[in-house]
Each structure stands twice: as structure tokens, then as C-alpha cells.
């Protein structure tokens, strides 16, 4: 709860630096919040099914694509999910708004954040009603993700 809280702070009170999104990135946070109010911290649930899952990195190149890279254990653990929900990626930066856009084969949807970044940390907001294909949509209201530069 006191990350969602600082989390909430961060969006809220500190303003979007002009920073680049290009670099490697560890994810340190997944809070998702349903409807109804009700909130799961994806990123500890995942982690404590699948410790290497910690370890995974994004890297976002100045050529638009993000790549991400899953250690070898984790690799073997996850096996075709891993190159399903964690291969690599394009992405868009324009303001604020960041798009990602998964490989055509996944058949993922492309996801629209709200990016808040200061110092070292990187804050992302999906918005769910405002997306095109996301899955539970009709559950979920809204996902906060967050990053620490590496």
C-alpha cells in the first residue's frame, strides 16, 4: 500500500520531466485497480510464483524499439509465454503519451500510457476504458507501472 501511495504522490504531484525514455529500465511495480476499487500488486504476485521475473529489464533504443531482456532461468520457466508477453516491442513517445506496440504475431493490443518520469524513476498510467483491445477491460479501471533507471 505505501507504494501505491508514493506512487500516487509521484503522478500527482511531481510534473513530467523533459526526459528521455531511452535506456535500460527495471519494472518495480504493477498495481492493478478494478472497478470496484479493489487493487492486486501484480509485480509481487509474479515474483513470488517466479523470482527470476525480478531480474527482467526493458530497454528502450532512441530507434523506437523496446527490448526486453529475460534471464536465461527465467526463459526456460516461462517458455513460449515468455516470448509471447515479453518480446520485444516498438513504441511511440509523443508528450506524455507513450504507445507501445507489441510484434503483430502476439496478437497483443497496442497500449497507451501516461508517463510521469523524475530523476531515475519512470511512472506509467493505462487508463483501460481508453484502450482498444485490452483484456479485462469490463474488470479492470485502470494500471500503474513503474520503473528505476539502471
Known sequence: M???LLAVFLLVMLPTMAQSVVG?????????????GSMMDMLAMTEKMMP???NITYSFLASGIQRTTVP???QKRLGDMAKQF???????LKGNQLTIIPD??????????????SGNTM???MDAAAQAGTPN???VKSILLSYQRQ
Not at 25 to 33: E, F, L, Q
Open 52 to 54: 527470476c521475473t525480478g
Open 72 to 74: 536465461a532461468d527465467c
Open 24 to 36: 535500460t529500465w527495471k519494472r518495480v511495480g504493477a498495481i492493478v485497480t478494478n472497478k470496484d
Open 86 to 92: 515479453m518480446g520485444d516491442a516498438r513504441y511511440k
Open 137 to 139: 477491460k469490463g474488470k
Open 104 to 117: 503483430p504475431t502476439t496478437k497483443l493490443p497496442v497500449v497507451t500510457y501516461t508517463v510521469t518520469m
Open 2 to 4: 505505501k507504494t501505491l
Open 123 to 125: 511512472m506509467w498510467v
